[in-house]
């Protein structure tokens, strides 16, 4: 019985195995029921007595070996097993693809960027405004039409609250709590009682501009304009300045920009005028200034707004102010190297 014993240890102890199937294999011929070790078990009950004690340690020392090295053979298979299906775990890993901005921030921080060149901070308002915000204190006459249901979404049980239709409102806000020198702009998100359709839509987003100080003039105005305009759309655009009319600001212009498809010639996008039209500007209505306690005789001082979707239709090429608001991702990731 000592001799089988020590030959099944000699046995086991050279077996080897190069799958999973294999250290089956071996389990299956030594320490299943039937297996060889377990045929020992069987027979230790014909030992003769004397010899049970030694027998008993030699058998059980067996089966410790082979369950020790079938554990062994199987751990070699499991941490081999990364190499042997051929990956390599030096390899790079896969690039994580990053999300791109969307077109109106990218357009709307680029806003930021060049009239932050100029010293202009960012503020931010409210987007549920009071009458006083965006209209009274903006010099709207009490029957102007802007403050019609058809431009306004005004909250049924208060019509004293509104949604924005313009970022003028923070114009208000902050030469409230602000003293001159103020110079900043304010992006922002409005909302218009409009139909949506290509050209137009009932959400949409505009950079508000303000400078006060004292003696700031409209050559001020045209210069940081011009500056603005050549830094948007390249070093050779050329701006023009249209009169206008806007409450807040006396006097009031509209500002074109040359066409930066034909450059001035005339064409599709510019409809054969040559000029596209980018904001409206002004200077600060004295009104506006002494609603907000700012003394009127001591400052002056400039406004201009512009719509952020128009300059993005402008600048990509785009023909349907609907594709901002789709979120088709086709559509919204070509556009994080295009400016
Ligand atoms: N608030 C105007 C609008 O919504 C845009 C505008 C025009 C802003 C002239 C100004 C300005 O600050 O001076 O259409």
């Not at 999300?99 to 109106?104: A, E, K, N, S």
């Not at 409210?126 to 403050?147: K, M, T």
């Not at 306690?293 to 239709?313: C, H, P, S, V, W």
Request: glycine residues 6%; negative net charge; contains cysteine.
């Amino acid at each position: 019985m000592l001799d089988k014993i020590r030959v099944l240890h000699e046995e086991i102890e050279k077996a080897v195995a190069s799958t999973t199937e294999e250290v089956e294999a071996l389990r299956i011929k030594y320490i299943s029921k039937k297996g060889s070790v377990n045929q020992l078990f069987a027979e230790f009950k014909n030992v003769p007595n004397d010899q049970k004690k030694a027998v008993g340690k030699a058998l059980n020392d067996l089966k410790n070996s082979v369950l020790e090295k079938i554990n062994a053979l199987r751990e070699s298979f499991e941490s081999d097993d990364s190499e042997s299906d051929g990956t390599d775990l030096t390899m790079p890993g896969e690039p994580i693809k990053l999300g791109t901005r969307h077109p109106l921030s990218l357009v709307k921080n680029k806003i930021i960027e060049i009239f932050g060149r100029l010293g202009f901070t960012v503020a931010e308002g409210p987007e549920i405004e009071d009458d006083w915000h965006v209209f009274s204190a903006l010099n709207f006459p009490p029957e102007h039409p802007a403050r019609d249901m058809q431009d306004t979404f005004f909250i049924e049980q208060d019509p004293d609250i509104v949604l924005r239709t313009h970022t003028s409102s923070v114009q208000i806000r902050v030469m409230e709590q602000t003293k001159p020198p103020i110079r900043a702009i304010f992006p922002g998100r409005v909302f218009r009682n409009e139909a949506i359709s290509a050209r137009s839509h009932c959400i949409f987003h505009q950079v508000e501009g303000l400078y006060v100080d004292e003696n700031v003039s409209f050559a001020d105005l045209k210069q940081t304009l011009l500056y603005f305009a050549k830094e948007l759309f390249g070093e050779d655009t050329q701006i023009r300045l249209r009169p206008s009319y806007f409450p807040f600001t006396e006097p009031s212009a509209e500002m074109d920009v040359s066409c930066s498809i034909c450059g001035g010639k005339g064409c599709n996008l510019c409809k054969y005028t040559g000029w596209l039209e980018i904001l409206g500007c002004g200077m600060v209505d004295p009104n506006v200034l002494d609603a907000c306690n700012i003394d009127n005789q001591k400052y002056t001082g400039f406004a201009f707004g512009m719509g952020i979707e128009r300059i993005a239709l402008l600048l990509y090429g785009i023909k349907d102010i609907r594709y901002f608001f789709e979120n088709d991702i086709r559509f919204l990731k070509q556009f994080e190297s295009a400016i």
